[in-house]
């Protein structure tokens, strides 16, 4: 790159990329600790209605949700520069539909057709998650180019060894002065209303798969062509699949009280619905103070605590607890996996970290062995006393 003062000028200062990784770490925070409302009383309306239709909705909830944390993750994982996620087999014809049904709603808000054009592709080797992202960016700056009565078509295509991803709307185009700019860092084409983050982000996963982006004109002579080229999947490559444990509200309950903490009142709101639907007894605190109030009142038989619980951590709250019951199970769920380490871990005895938002179905499970574990080893020790 030509170092010159118009190139100096156009590139993000340290301290801009610093002040970005610090927010984009405190939004993903809050955002993962909003979504953990959203994904638990989805399920319970997955798990409590008996209507296929309403069960179907609050599944694509749950799709939805599970796409939106992971571009929380990717969006920190490129700021920090931590290694990728392992890739896998992607099917292209799945890549296609998921990006398909993930933005219907936006494009049927804004009176544009969606459409998918050939998709008799070969595999990919990659993360589905990623790549889903990638062709949602796109799609959705089609949307937004192209406007009402407008199309947005996708396509997988084979071009030598290589898979084609394109995307393509019959909007105004690319202005012919941005060109290759359009996937650097703060460079938009939609003025105040684009954070000139997400083409940015769409190079360096694809890049990051071995791949290759770039833009074209519309085959028409008219509006915008976004060309993905990936390698083909190798043949030994192993398939991936989402995999969601589902919320069984029916199971043998536990009679066992739970002391939850969280600072949040929509989240700590929603997961005492979802315990309590599974059977539990349920003490709530969005305090350190209030915790260890209600814990002294009554002992709870074991404790899911936020981390981030205003002025004190969650883990000075373990550690307040742990000076009373050494042995009482202990769930930490946080909306960062950056506020714990394996060595907190260890030094506090916690059972498990679950990063937000969580698998309503797998804290439920979780908190169910923990509790007749606990509650087996009370009537052992009440037996031998």
Not at 197 to 226: N, P, Q, T, W, Y
Request: aromatic letters at 2%.
């Amino acid at each position: 790159m030509e170092d010159s003062p118009e190139t100096r000028r156009r590139l993000p200062s340290p301290r801009r990329l610093l002040a970005v990784g610090q927010t984009t770490g405190g939004v993903a925070h809050d955002f993962n600790t909003v979504l953990t409302a959203i994904v638990t009383r989805a399920s319970l309306i997955a798990a409590k209605s008996d209507d296929p239709e309403i069960v179907a909705h609050a599944r694509a909830i749950l799709e939805a949700a599970d796409t939106a944390r992971e571009v929380t993750d990717r969006i920190r994982r490129i700021l920090h520069q931590s290694p990728p996620s392992a890739k896998v087999r992607v099917s292209t014809t799945e890549l296609l539909t998921r990006c398909v049904d993930l933005a219907s709603a936006r494009a049927e808000a804004g009176g544009v057709s969606l459409v998918i054009g050939s998709s008799a592709a070969p595999d990919v080797e990659g993360v589905v998650g990623d790549l889903v992202q990638v062709l949602l960016n796109l799609v959705a700056n089609g949307i937004d180019a192209t406007g009402r009565g407008g199309t947005v078509q996708l396509r997988a295509l084979v071009s030598g060894g290589d898979v084609l991803l394109e995307v393509e709307d019959d909007g105004p185009g690319i202005p012919a002065d941005l060109g290759e700019r359009v996937f650097e860092a703060f460079v938009s084409t939609k003025g105040d209303g684009g954070t000139g983050l997400g083409l940015a982000l769409c190079r360096a996963i694809v890049e990051s798969h071995g791949g290759v982006i770039a833009f074209d004109v519309g085959a028409l002579g008219r509006g915008a062509l976004v060309r993905v080229s990936l390698p083909q999947a190798k043949a030994a490559a192993a398939r991936g699949e989402r995999r969601r444990s589902e919320l069984n509200l029916h199971a043998m309950r536990v009679e066992a009280r739970v002391l939850l903490v969280d600072d949040d009142a929509s989240s700590l709101d929603a997961l005492r619905v979802l315990l309590e639907a599974a059977g539990f007894e349920v003490v709530v605190a969005r305090s350190v103070d209030t915790a260890m109030e209600r814990l002294l009142a009554r002992p709870p038989t074991l404790m899911v605590t936020d981390i981030g619980l205003g002025p004190e951590s969650g883990w000075s709250l373990i550690q307040r607890v742990r000076a009373l019951d050494s042995l009482m199970p202990i769930v930490v769920v946080s909306g960062d996996a950056a506020t714990s380490t394996a060595a907190e871990h260890s030094r506090w005895g916690v059972e498990a970290v679950l990063r937000k938002p969580i698998n309503p179905g797998s804290l439920v499970n979780l908190l169910r062995q923990l509790a007749r574990a606990r509650l087996a080893f009370a009537a052992k020790v009440h037996h031998d006393g």
